[in-house]
Each structure stands twice: as C-alpha cells, then as structure tokens.
C-alpha cells in the first residue's frame, strides 16, 4: 500500500467482492483515488481473471492490471467461519461492491437488508449485464450481451452485413466508471443526511445511455429515421469516417465547418465551392466520389504519418488509426501517461492503460502493486477485525484461509 | 427545476461552459443526481447541438437528450459586459465544467489560476479530445479521432479489412462519466481538505483504459501477440461471437463452463467431449466449423427470439442483436426504464436512453426539461447575482443577454 493521505478517497474503505472487469474497473478507480480496497477471493483460486490472458511466473497480467493496489482477503466461503469474517468486516466499511448475478448476494447472506443491520448507512454497489430488476435480470451476461440488447452491436459493422464485436471491453469498463460515480454520489448522501443506498448498475443501461442520437432519432423523426451500422462512414456528415492511406488508415472529421480546411489542406481550394461538395448535404449524396478524391489525395503521401501531419498543420481533426503496437510508442501517449510501465512484483516491468482521470494538484498514477492471493490474510484480519496470532493461525489451519504465490 | 432536495448532489451547483456532448454528458449526469447546473450558452445561437440532428418546433431532440434540467443562461460572450457576468458567478458555484480546446479558457480569461483568485477552493474539470498536456493537445478531435489514437477503431471490423466505426458517442458518453467521476471525488477533497484542484479529463485517456487485455498482451507476450479487429468472434474464446440466426443474428458466449450448456440445449451432449471441441483451444481451432455447426442449428428456429429462449432456459449467456427500433419496445428495456419517455415542452413525448445510475432509497429518473435559450437569464442573474430588474433590463437592451424559443 502507499501512503494515500491527502488523496481524495483516502478515508474510504471498501470490500470488494466483485471479480473479472465491470466490478474490478469500478474498484479500480476507487483505488486510484485514494480508497482502501479489501478484496475478497474464494479459495482456492481467487478471482478467476488470475486464470486467463498472459501470464509470467504464474502471474496473470490480466489480474493484476485490473487489481493493482487492492488487498487480498482469500477465504474459503463455503466454510460457516469464511462467512462469518465477511460480516464481521461489513461494519468497518463505507462501501461494498459485488458482482454476482443478481439474487447471488442475497442467497449468500449479504443482502442489501442484512448489511444494513450490520451498517445502518452503509452503500452497496450492485453491478450486473441487465440490472437487478426486470425480465431478463436473472439470465447470464458479459459485456457484449449487454450490448446486443442495447442496440450498440447492431451500431457495428458494414451496411447491410452481419455486425461485429469491439475489441475490448468498453462496456465493462464503462460500467465500472458509472459504478463508482454512483459510489462516490451516495457517499456525499451518506456524509450529509446519515443514509446509505443500494446502487443499481448495469452493462445493458450503460450502453444503451451512449446512444447519443440513435434512441431519440426513431420516433423523434416519426419513424423515418431507422439507425444501423454504416461501416466506416458516419451516415449524417461527411466526410467523417476511416479513409484508406499508404501502408494504413486516417480518421478525417472533416464536416460542417472543417471542410474548407480540409481542401486547402489539400491544395483544392476549388472544391469548396464545387457544384457537388459545397454543402454537408451534397457531400453526403456524393460521398462515394469524395471518398475516392481524398483516398487518392492521401495515396500521394509516403506514409499515414506524413499526411496526418500536413492535414494536422491546416486544423483538420484527423487521426492515424494506430494499431495497439503503436500506441505504445507514440510520443502523445508516452508523454502524457495514457500508456505507463508499471512494475509487477511477479512480472517485471509492463505496459498497461494509465488512469484516465488526471489531476493538477493531486497525485496522478500512484504506484501500485497487484496482491498475490491471500497475500493481506494476515493484515486484514489483524488490522481490521482486530484478531490475534492464535487465531488467525487457526483459522489458516482450518483452511479458512488460503494463500498462493499467483 | 425539480426539487432536487435529498438527492446526492442536491448541494452542488457547477457553472457548465461546455457543448455538444461530452462535456454536456458529464453536467447531465450531475443534473440527475441532483446538482444545479447553469449552462452558459453563447449569443446568438447557443450550444451548436441546438442546431443538430432531428427537430420538432425548432427544437433539437440531439440538445433535448443532453441537457435535460440545466438552467440556460444565453450571453454575449464578445461583450466585457458579458464575460463580467461569468466571472461574477464563479464565487457562486463549487464547480466549474469546461470542454474548450486546451487553452481556450485561459485566453478568455477563465482559467484555472484566475478562477482560484475568484474562488480558492473551485474544482474545474476540462475535457478534451487529447488531453490539456502533450504534443497532440492543441489538435482538433472528437470522438472518433481520440479513439482512433487510442487504438480502439484498430480493434472494429473484419479482421484484414478496413477498420470501422462505432455508430453512437461512446467515447464522448463515457469521457463525460469519468469527468462526472472526478469532480465527486475532488469535491470530496475539497470539503475535508479546503481545497480544489483543475482535473483533465481526456476522450484519447478514456478509450485507452477501456483495453481490458490488448495493451498489456503486446509486451507482457515479448511481442508474440499483436491485438487486432477480429470481425464478429473474439479470437481468444469460443464459441464466442455473432452468429447468423433466422431473420437477425445473435450473440453466444458459450465458452469455457459454458459450452456444456449449449451442446444440451442443442441436443448435441455428443460435441461436449467431441475430438474437435472438446477444449478450449480445440474449438478455437476449429471455429469455422463450430460456426457452421450452430448456424445451422439457430436456422431451424422460425425466429432469433425462439432461439434465444431455447438458450436462456439453459442458462447459455445469449442476447439478440437488437436494432435501435428493437429496444425501443423490449420487454426488458421497458421495465427498467432502459428506454424511457420523456414529455418535452416543444417535441412532446420522446424515448430517449434513461439514467445509467439507478438507486434503491433515492429518486431514479427524476422528471426534468431541457432549457430554451436563456430561458434562465433573469432567473439567474437575480437569484446568483442579485441583480435588479432595472439592471438586467438595461443588459438584455445592450444585447449582453439573448433568447430564442428552441
């Protein structure tokens, strides 16, 4: 642990009963703010994200990128005294955050009502796929069943062809952010009038909140409007979309008022005013043709960083579709943080996404080490609960709680 | 305005100097946690999203969905009169949103340092595409351009095609929950430590944090990996991906523990322990032929909603690929108020997404109208500034204040 004092989340302790990327994210966060995080894992393996991506000496870079800075509590939970640890924590925390499938956490013994006896003002977080209510929140989800239902999958891919899958985890991710922001809101609650809530969080509704347009457009236009996927291309402006460059593609926004930019970029002031490009509407009719202007215009150039630049130096909002390699060595990543190196006990140094909420007089990306499991058995139950030696002993006799070097 | 008494942020008021949407995200979701947001809108037309998407009575659904319970105060912000009256407010909120490009705010004499002298414990949170730090950040960007820097469009589309894009504002959306983030935890700060701070908060850092595994896998593999799109399958599980089912598709996660499941609901136990399927790797190998396999199956179905249910009573994580009209009138989208109706004073009723944030002892979806322009200017300057009805008619006559009916 660093020291956190002064940090903003520094006096908030939390037991965080979440596993794989939704939940983790949200605790994630937390910790980058300062909070103490207990984080529960049942014997004998732990979270199960320790078992998947790349791994070194056993080490699971996948865990420990979604887990730094967290304690590990490793407990047998089908064991009575397991349990019984559990609830002797909930008093000495302001938050808990679990994602099981809804119902799981009741049927455990830690429901909502049954943390409120043991914390009257005490804040649950509850994350799932499709929320603790309605039809479908009993049935499994994962980040992309949330998105089929919400209509974003059906937002991916060709005109007309089968939709694609984004790689990564967007929606988990996004969830977990909208978990601790619903954290840190019931916290303020708590703080002023002395009550606590039990948050509703889910992949479902956190996509489907990202339809900045889609959802309103159907019934807003009487049913004219029928939002699906358009390939590389936005269907309302143009040009706006991927464009084929030497050796890679470019992201152009170069729409509304940035068009006049882009043609000057371009050495064709004349397309400005050109018969068939002078207005967005026109430029979406002819899109087809405009697309092979530009893609014949950025064939001229070497390379997508050479033109990318020029097109940059004329105020043109446009980006090299950097494959992951290059991110990892692009001079704005490198330099503001957004890529960092961190150093795993088990791994040795390593590339991982930096904290996306960044600070001017706080401190920014702490440094951080993922527990090995059960590595804070001792401390938790010592520290937090009080235990002694002798007990604490027993307990890890009894197989109460375990320990692995992953 | 709602009374917003007993909410979470019902003690918060933020000056909103933001437009379009990830900015306007974040202040939204303050807005339905409670918080009193005065929006400064510039003569004569506003925020730009007023004059996007679709209409109904001059009004913008697009602005509607993004600003929902903010207070308009419509100023000419060319007029010293006008930026006086801004300056004149700082005093009077706690926080302050911006999504200028980076040093914008400074030039018109609003940045952080001078909002200190105003009010030294102010918490400003500014937005951006690239960040207010490193080479890129005096670039143009939206969405679309951060995401692409962040290596995210490399991870959309068919695996060796063209990379595509992803049909609504998810980095815009999800940037805007991470400010929303940030300025919770700096006001916790601020109210135990009496001091504010100046976040930066970054479409390009948000994409990049959403990688899960594909940032960590390129160096943590010494290189032997090298994420890319993969079209409609992950690469590293399976089956696991969109399959083609009669009259839509459909997304199956039935992987590891999973696969079991789906062999029974197909009447297939034979492939649990078949050569070619029966491990994970194997039926990664062999995708092309488990595909065709469950294809074939999901064809006998007369719909995709027969043959989700045969699956979700077995307990396989499925979900429809759902198009935007699809949810609009899903069972499940409905009774969570996923989609909600809202009654708009110029539209009328609309769907539009609702609160990703959902509470249980605490007002959900509380009822909220977007502004006019400048539909609070007389509100705000007598009640924030104490300014007499002579004065602030003497400034809408110098045209320092403006309105519109949209």
Chains 1, 2 share one sequence.
């Not at 499991?373 to 109460?400: C, P, S």
Request: aromatic share 6%.
């Amino acid at each position: 642990m660093s020291n956190t004092s002064g940090l903003a989340l520094s006096d908030v302790r939390v037991l965080d009963l979440t596993r794989a990327v939704a939940g983790p994210t949200c605790t994630r966060l937390l910790v980058e703010m300062g909070a103490e995080v207990i984080k529960i894992e049942a014997m004998p393996d732990g979270d199960f994200s320790r078992g998947v991506s790349v791994f070194k000496n056993d080490r699971s870079l996948y865990f420990m990128q979604q887990n730094r800075g967290k304690q590990s509590l490793c407990v047998n939970l089908r064991d009575p005294r397991g349990m019984a640890l559990l609830l002797e924590l909930v008093p000495k925390v302001d938050v808990v955050v679990e994602n099981f499938r809804p119902g799981v956490i009741d049927a455990m013994g830690l429901g909502y009502e049954r943390l409120r006896e043991l914390k009257p003002d005490i804040v649950l977080c509850s994350i799932s796929s499709f929320g603790q209510t309605g039809p479908l929140s009993d049935k499994p989800g994962y980040d992309f069943i949330g998105q089929a239902y919400s209509g974003m999958t059906s937002m991916v891919g060709e005109y007309g062809e089968r939709p694609g899958l984004i790689g990564a985890a967007v929606g988990d991710a996004g969830t977990g952010a909208h978990a601790a922001l619903g954290v840190l809101a019931a916290l303020r609650r708590r703080d002023r009038d002395g009550v606590g809530d039990h948050l509703d969080v889910a992949i479902l509704d956190t996509y489907y909140s990202y339809h900045d347009a889609n959802v309103h457009s159907v019934n807003g236009s009487g049913g004219a409007l029928s939002p699906t996927r358009n390939g590389a291309h936005t269907p309302y402006l143009s040009p706006c979309g991927v464009f084929r460059a030497s050796g890679g593609f470019i992201v152009i926004m170069a729409f509304m008022h940035h068009w006049p930019d882009l043609c000057r970029s371009m050495q064709r002031g004349d397309l400005i005013s050109h018969a068939d490009f002078c207005e967005e509407a026109l430029r979406i009719k002819n899109r087809a043709a405009l697309t092979t202007i530009i893609e014949a215009w950025l064939a001229e150039f070497p390379d997508v960083a050479s033109a990318v630049q020029v097109m940059q130096a004329g105020d043109v909002p446009c980006a090299p579709v950097l494959t992951i390699e290059e991110t990892l060595t692009d001079d704005h990543l490198r330099a503001r943080g957004t890529v960092r190196t961190v150093d795993d006990p088990l791994h040795g140094k390593v590339d991982i996404p930096g904290n996306p909420i960044r600070w001017k007089d706080h401190p920014n990306n702490i440094p951080l080490s993922a527990p090995l499991l059960g590595q804070h058995n001792v401390e938790v139950l010592r520290d937090k609960l009080g235990k002694d030696a002798e007990t604490i002993d027993a307990l890890i006799e009894a197989g109460v709680l375990g320990q692995k070097n992953c």
